[in-house]
């Protein structure tokens, strides 16, 4: 089974509007954590947002936020009033305490922004 | 200050040569990490580092990979009698250390082709 799940391959979004990227996860360790990185089409791989499995609120950083949704398991990404520099790849990815610090990515969805 | 610093940034290669790459984490990085990306795909986690620990390498995908790392520093990778498979960018992390709100900061990858 796929512990990271993220179902859409592509996205457009208008400039200046905001987009939710999808992400679902699967895991039964109860302690873990949840992380995006972006991926531009230059190949740095840039941290944007993190969720532990026992925060209380969800997690914003200026224009993201993460949509988490522990029942459901799901942390969706939020980027607000996107903007031209948004267009990159997107990967959701979470490190399961009891299996040490690997990161397991899902296989990314790609966010095109339109002027 | 200094990002994680990977060597060479292309290597082209001829199927069965071996070839060694390089990672420089962030100073005072405890935490080590070593990840396959192959084109159009998410990062497949290989190999990590945590202090003086023995290192998880339950995500080598054969035993012609390798890696080590030296005085808690700079890591080599390893891949023996390569196979055009083996062809993808493989990026390193690094992380202060192994707790789960720790992000891990990657390198721009070394992008290995195997001709």
């Known amino acids: 089974a796929q512990k990271i799940t993220q179902t859409q391959p592509g996205m457009f979004v208008q400039e200046k509007e905001a987009v939710t990227l999808d992400c679902t996860y699967d895991t039964s360790d109860p302690s873990y954590g949840l992380f995006w990185y972006k991926q531009p089409s230059s190949g740095e791989m840039i941290f944007l947002i993190y969720q532990g499995s026992y925060d209380q609120q969800n997690a914003t950083e200026g224009r993201y936020s993460l949509n988490f949704q522990k029942a459901r398991k799901s942390a969706n990404l939020v980027i607000s009033a996107s903007q031209l520099g948004d267009s990159a790849m997107y990967f959701c990815?979470?490190?399961?305490?009891?299996?040490?610090?690997?990161?397991?990515f899902g296989q990314g969805t790609e966010l095109s922004v339109k002027p | 200050g200094a990002g994680v610093s990977q060597s060479p940034s292309n290597k082209v290669t001829e199927k069965g040569k071996d070839v060694e790459l390089r990672c420089d984490p962030i100073s005072g990085h405890t935490a080590l990490y070593w990840y396959r990306q192959s084109l159009g795909q998410g990062l497949e986690f290989l190999i990590y580092f945590q202090g003086n620990s023995a290192p998880d390498k339950s995500g080598l995908p054969s035993d012609r990979f390798s890696a080590e790392r030296t005085g808690g520093s700079v890591s080599t990778l390893t891949i023996q009698r390569t196979q055009q498979e083996d062809s993808a960018v493989y990026l390193c992390a690094s992380s202060e250390g192994q707790v789960n709100n720790q992000p891990q900061h990657f390198g721009d990858g070394t992008r290995l082709s195997i001709l």
């Open positions: 990815a979470m490190r399961e305490n009891n299996q040490g610090g690997k990161l397991i």
